[in-house]
């Protein structure tokens, strides 16, 4: 398969920042073919890679996954027969995973959570046997590996003076593996823990949820209040100690 060398320069337009576009997203060329883009607007700019990207289709999986995404999507408004159209959502992310994997055929389905939401992962994989999925479910303290195993001293644990179990995110992969789910739910791993489990996971994985502490796992809402409420996420804290 072609590929272009992470060592070439891929656009001489300078870096993607699709994010600190200031163009209504009406007129930019991503999503209207009469429109623009800035400097650095990858649409414009990196013809070869995209070229690459859209041959990856062309792979019968990869495609047929692809497709099943893009239906989900629309799926998820409507009344979009209506004109003119106003976007109606009209399902939930748990509605969406069970539909999705249906189309795909997947019955054996893999749950990697967080022990801090042991609650609602028992209630995520109710909702998922009630709709006739197998669920293989494995949560993050799994294994109770030492944190000491990994070089954690006793001043970095959560819970200090006492034996504490290290969050496992490769055993929870490898046992999916092993377990040969078709596909995966995340829910709730940390910030790292997360990376850890997709670099190990064989099968294609969503994520359900989030792990956000202060805000009942909804992140979003500190970016919603970046301005008011969480102003200090604008100032670059001092280093831990």
Do not use: W
């Amino acid at each position: 398969m072609n590929d272009i060398s992470p060592a070439q320069p891929a656009s001489q337009a300078g870096p993607a920042a699709c994010a600190a576009c200031k163009l209504p997203v009406a007129r930019r060329i991503c999503f209207n073919l009469r429109g623009t883009g800035p400097k650095g607007c990858p649409t414009l700019n990196r013809e070869a890679l995209l070229a690459l990207a859209n041959e990856r289709y062309a792979d019968s999986g990869v495609g047929e996954f692809a497709r099943q995404a893009s239906r989900q999507e629309a799926e998820g408004y409507a009344n979009r027969h209506e004109r003119p159209y106003v976007m109606q959502p009209a399902k939930t992310r748990m509605v969406e995973i069970c539909e999705f994997a249906r189309k795909l055929n997947y019955h054996r389905l893999g749950l990697a959570f967080c022990l801090g939401l042991a609650r609602e992962a028992a209630l995520v994989d109710e909702i998922l046997q009630s709709n006739g999925f197998n669920v293989i479910s494995v949560g993050c303290k799994a294994g109770r590996t030492p944190k000491e195993d990994i070089g954690i001293t006793d001043t970095e644990k959560v819970f200090q003076g006492r034996p504490e179990a290290m969050c496992n995110p490769i055993f929870q992969a490898l046992l999916l593996n092993q377990e040969a789910t078709q596909f995966n739910i995340l829910l709730g791993l940390c910030v790292g823990h997360d990376s850890l489990f997709f670099q190990h996971v064989k099968a294609p994985t969503t994520v359900l949820a989030v792990k956000d502490r202060v805000t009942g796992h909804n992140p979003l809402a500190a970016v919603y209040c970046v301005d008011s409420y969480y102003r200090k996420l604008k100032h670059k804290e001092p280093p831990n100690p």
